[in-house]
Each structure stands twice: as structure tokens, then as C-alpha cells.
DNA sequence: AATCATCCCTGAACGC
DNA sequence: TGCGTTCAGGGATGAT
């Protein structure tokens, strides 16, 4: 690709969609590129795939969060004072493919365009991305954002409540997916954090031992992701293709995920691959086997 | 109300 | 080699 990447996911990692440790490295490369700034317009030509976006217009971006594999930006008028809260945000989702980029591309969606004439730009090849202005808080045309469980690396994610909500739960891993018992669980972090814990991922209601393994693996998991994702950090923007390598000293070191019919790096059976709520769900049949039924 | 299938997209991988 | 087919999946949506 001759332009620079500020942050693909997709591209950084062959095999990664943006999950919350991807979404977190994207909030922090953007942020120096557009807080304080002064939104001018945002440029597009599918206004029903990205609602409301005009809203921002002349608004300056306050702060930059993340919720779940949500990006959020606080917006406020450009002459607000600074104690004053902001009135607007941007929510961004990367969806599968969606990332930031310094230069515009073919598969560029929206071109947010700020003060001064700097460009940045949201490049998305499948479409799956979103991109929405709405009143803070106000997120009923996003239910799974609306019903957010908590951040995993917070302290509002506590074990005694995973643990309860975990012993009535449906299949575990369409359970995690859901996005409520904690957010920003994807398929691959999903996979990841049920190996860990040596859970099936069609297990249904996880006794208090079982929960807890998984509630520890998944913050493992998250954190460890996290601290992988920020390594790069201080790279500089666009230096994200030295990750495209097979050497890369950054590259995902899967245990599950993707590694269909390999040997499990714990007891050498071959990694196994079914379908649970329409996602691949990769496993160790021996490691990782469904509770005889009590009761 | 909770669960499930369908749909949105397009590049990459696959198969003949 | 080349072309057609299949696959990947987060989350909204409609259906059950």
C-alpha cells in the first residue's frame, strides 16, 4: 500500500479484526492528531451508512474515549469554554476492517476534515464500520452499545458479578460475544481467554470455579493485548508495516484461534473448529471439554 | 424477552 | 494461469 496506515488492524496483523485492545491502540494514535482540533467537515457520501455526521461540523474535539470496541469523540463548540461539557459525540466502530489512515485511499469513507487543511482519514474495505453523531449518552440506535457490560481492565468489572451472571448463562462464548457480561470481547480474544481458562466454549452455566478462571483469563487476555498493542506506541505514526512481517517480535501469538488442526501447546491434541452463533470457535477438544450435566 | 438466522461488504484464500 | 466460489465476521435487524 503506498499510504500510510495510521492504524489497520486489519492490515497490522493478517489475521486480526479490531477488538478492544485494537480499538484502544487506534483511541491513542488519534488522539494527538485530533484533540483540540477543530472538526470542519466531515466528508462522505453515504449519509444513511453514517448518520448525523454534519453535527460535528465546526465542533472541536474535547476528548477521545473508548466503550467496548467503540471510539468515542467529544465534541463541544468551537469557542465552549473548556468547563464547560461537550454537547455532541462522534462514535466511531471499526467493524472488521475499519482504521485510520494519513493519506486518502480507495477504500477511504469518511475524510474528516479540520482546521488548518489537515486531513484524516476513515478507510474501511468492507463497510462494516460505523461512524454517527448523536447527543452524549444517547445511544438507543446502538443497542449493544446502549447495553455495555464493563470495561474488563476496570475495576467496575468484578469477579463476584461475572461469577453470578456466568451461572445462568447460555452457551459461554456466544455469552462473552454478547458484549454484556464484559465489553470487547471478539471471536479471537473470545477463543483466546476460553483455552486459557480450558472452558468449552458451548459450556452453559459455569460453576463459581469455572467463572472464575474465565474472568481472570479474559483481564490475562485483554491486558496482555493491550500492553502488545501499545508497544508500538512510540514508533511514530505510519511504522505500522514493520508488523506485516513473519518476524515481527509483535505479531498475535495465538493459542487457539486460527490454528485449526495444529497441536495444543499444552497437551498436543489438535486444535479443532466448529461454528457457535455463526462464528468459528477454534478449541482443544481434550483441554477443553463440556461439563457432564448436573443437576 | 430471549434466541436465532440473515444481512451487510469485499479481499483473500481456495478449487478446479 | 485464471477464473469462479467460498470464507471471514461485529452487530443491527427481523423472525420465531
New binding site residues.
Given amino acids: 500500500m503506498p499510504w500510510t496506515a495510521v492504524f489497520c488492524p486489519a492490515l497490522a496483523y493478517?489475521r486480526a479484526?479490531?477488538?478492544l485492545p485494537e480499538v484502544e491502540t487506534t483511541r491513542r494514535k488519534i488522539e494527538p492528531l485530533l484533540r483540540g482540533k477543530v472538526i470542519e467537515r466531515l466528508a462522505h457520501d453515504a449519509p444513511h451508512?453514517y448518520p448525523n455526521t454534519h453535527l460535528a461540523h465546526g465542533k472541536r474535539v474535547r476528548a477521545l474515549t473508548r466503550r467496548?470496541?467503540?471510539l468515542l469523540l467529544h465534541l463541544a463548540a468551537a469557542d465552549a469554554a473548556e468547563t464547560q461539557p461537550h454537547d455532541l459525540e462522534l462514535i466511531v466502530?471499526l467493524?472488521?476492517?475499519g482504521g485510520f489512515r494519513l493519506e486518502e485511499g480507495?477504500?477511504t469513507r469518511v475524510t474528516f476534515e479540520l482546521e488548518g487543511g489537515e486531513r484524516l482519514y476513515f478507510n474501511d474495505?468492507?463497510?462494516?464500520g460505523?461512524v454517527a453523531a448523536v447527543s452524549p449518552g444517547e445511544y438507543a440506535?446502538?443497542?449493544?452499545?446502549a447495553a455495555m457490560g464493563p470495561e474488563p481492565l476496570s475495576d467496575d468489572f468484578t469477579e463476584a458479578e461475572f461469577v453470578q451472571a456466568a451461572a445462568g448463562c447460555?452457551?459461554v462464548k456466544?455469552w462473552l460475544?454478547s458484549?454484556k457480561p464484559v465489553s470487547g470481547v471478539?471471536?479471537?480474544y473470545a477463543d483466546e481467554s476460553l483455552w486459557l481458562s480450558k472452558i468449552h466454549p458451548a459450556q452453559t452455566k459455569l460453576t463459581a470455579d469455572e467463572a472464575s478462571r474465565l474472568y481472570h483469563a479474559v483481564r490475562e487476555v485483554m491486558h496482555e493485548a493491550v500492553e502488545r498493542g501499545g508497544s508500538s506506541l512510540g514508533n511514530g505514526v505510519g511504522n505500522y508495516r514493520q508488523h506485516d512481517g513473519e518476524g515481527g517480535g509483535y505479531q498475535t501469538r495465538h493459542h487457539a484461534?486460527g490454528k485449526t488442526g495444529q497441536p495444543c501447546e499444552r497437551c498436543g491434541t489438535p486444535i479443532e473448529?466448529i461454528?457457535l452463533?455463526?462464528?468459528?470457535t477454534h478449541f482443544c477438544p481434550a483441554c477443553q471439554q463440556v461439563r457432564k450435566a448436573d443437576s
Fill in positions: 493478517a479484526m479490531p477488538e451508512k467496548g470496541k467503540y466502530h467493524g472488521m476492517t480507495p477504500h474495505p468492507r463497510r462494516f460505523k440506535s446502538m443497542p449493544t452499545l447460555g452457551a456466544v460475544l458484549q471478539g471471536n479471537i484461534y473448529k461454528v452463533g455463526q462464528r468459528g
